[in-house]
């Protein structure tokens, strides 16, 4: 059963990189034929976006080549599919735009993926042999949970900049039409957010304390590790 589902998990990743490709060619294709148009603007941004998806689907293996950053096959599978739903379908697609919860459900994918790293960051800390670095499960859960929260507001940090001076509607201050939203309706998007933020990371962060308690083997399968041996070793051993 283990092996399938690794198998259905490549399968996706092999999927969703072969979608990139093809849309990463079809805006470069299109922001070619509307070359001095209006439409062209549109189609640029849009093959940035499409492009910047490609490269950031080779992240994993970029980490790995030249970090020695070895991200788990789930956090890897779950990573490729939030990139597919924030990219491709959030952007590209409009989803954030015509499905109500979207923006929601990529906070929430988020954050619980920067709390499952800074769980990752203390496990390796603590395992490097960090002098006096023996956190307990309650505070290496609270470091779990501030990091991701602190990500989270980060972020919106960026969507305000991006609003102000890119004229964007990122946190949702106004309407579809570009109608000014006033009082608590323009912070309902943003506040939104941060609840959902802290709500994942509460939730992984509370996971992570009883894994921690108990045996934590599940939960060592979703943890960032390093690979300790140099790569020369490798293949030196390869040989004989």
């Known amino acids: 059963m283990r092996e399938k589902l690794k198998k259905f998990s490549y399968l996706v990743i092999l999927f969703i990189f072969a979608s990139f490709i093809l849309i990463t060619g079809y805006e470069f294709v299109r922001f070619l034929q509307t070359r001095g148009t209006e439409k062209q603007t549109e189609h ?5 976006q499409a ?4 490269v950031a689907l080779l992240f994993p293996s970029l980490l790995r080549k030249h970090t020695r950053i070895l991200l788990p096959q789930r956090i890897t599978f779950i ?4 990139l597919y739903l924030a990219l491709l379908l959030g952007s590209l697609g409009g989803f954030y735009d015509t499905v109500a919860e979207w923006d929601t459900l990529q906070h929430a ?3 619980a993926l ?6 990752s960051v203390i496990a390796n800390l603590q395992e490097g042999g960090i002098e006096r ?4 499960p309650v505070l290496s859960s609270l470091f779990s949970f501030c990091l991701a929260t602190t990500l989270g507001v ?6 305000y900049f991006a609003d102000s001076v890119m004229g964007q509607n990122t946190q949702r201050t106004a309407t579809v039409d570009g109608i000014p939203l006033i009082g608590q309706a323009a912070l309902s998007d943003t506040m939104g957010d941060l609840i959902v933020n802290c709500s994942a990371a509460a939730i992984v962060a509370i996971l992570g304390y009883f894994a921690l308690k108990s045996s934590g083997n599940w939960m060592e399968s979703y943890l960032i590790t390093f690979d300790t041996e140099p790569e020369n070793n490798k293949r030196i051993r390869g040989k004989k």
């Open 44 to 48: 640029f941004l849009r093959l940035v």
């Open 51 to 54: 492009g910047f998806g490609l």
């Open 79 to 82: 990573y490729a599919v939030f």
């Open 133 to 136: 670095l023996n956190l307990t």
């Open 154 to 159: 980060l972020w919106e940090f960026y969507e």
């Open 109 to 111: 994918l988020s954050s």
């Open 114 to 119: 920067f709390a499952v790293l800074g769980f």
